[in-house]
């Protein structure tokens, strides 16, 4: 196959598959690698799709944040996505900071503290949201959707709270 060729079936297949979903270049360099491309043959194709606009990690990245922010993710796991993306961490702290909104991660953290907390105590009952294992076990669930630790400290009692109130009104 010659270089042209080459070149023009990478770009096809970059293109193909930038169709389907917005990739990073980090995404898309190991999507053509493990199609067979070379690297020089990569390379000019990645050059190309960033002149052409259709390859941008700022607006990757802006786009997974809000993306993942109206998911209720936490900022640490969208962080986290970014970087498993292939993202540099500048561009990643430059989109979350850019992208995420405080009070609205505040908002969401609250909403989700308070849906998990109704589901524990369907499931196990008033008193085990109440143990140190039941706060636990949601804490535990709330760090694992990226919310700050300290804020969900902050936060947890609150929740337990009202959710007991709720019971006995």
Do not use: C, P
């Not at 052409?52 to 993306?67: N, Y």
């Not at 405080?102 to 143990?131: M, N």
């Amino acid at each position: 196959m010659n270089d042209d060729t080459a070149a023009n079936d990478a770009y096809l297949a970059a293109l193909r598959i930038l169709n389907y979903r917005f990739n990073s270049e980090a995404e898309l360099r190991r999507k053509l690698a493990r199609k067979q491309f070379e690297s020089a043959v990569i390379d000019d194709t990645i050059e190309r799709l960033r002149s052409e606009k259709w390859l941008d990690d700022e607006r990757f990245a802006g786009a997974l944040v809000r993306t993942r922010a109206n998911k209720r993710h936490g900022k640490l796991r969208i962080l986290r996505e970014l970087q498993a993306a292939g993202v540099e961490g500048d561009t990643a702290r430059s989109a979350v900071e850019q992208n995420l909104d405080e009070d609205a991660q505040l908002a969401a953290l609250r909403e989700l503290a308070t849906k998990r907390a109704r589901l524990l105590a369907r499931r196990h009952g008033q008193e085990f949201l109440a143990s140190a294992e039941g706060r636990n076990k949601l804490t535990g669930y709330l760090l694992k959707q990226g919310y700050d630790a300290a804020l969900i400290r902050s936060l947890i009692g609150d929740v337990v709270k009202e959710i007991l109130v709720a019971q006995y009104q």
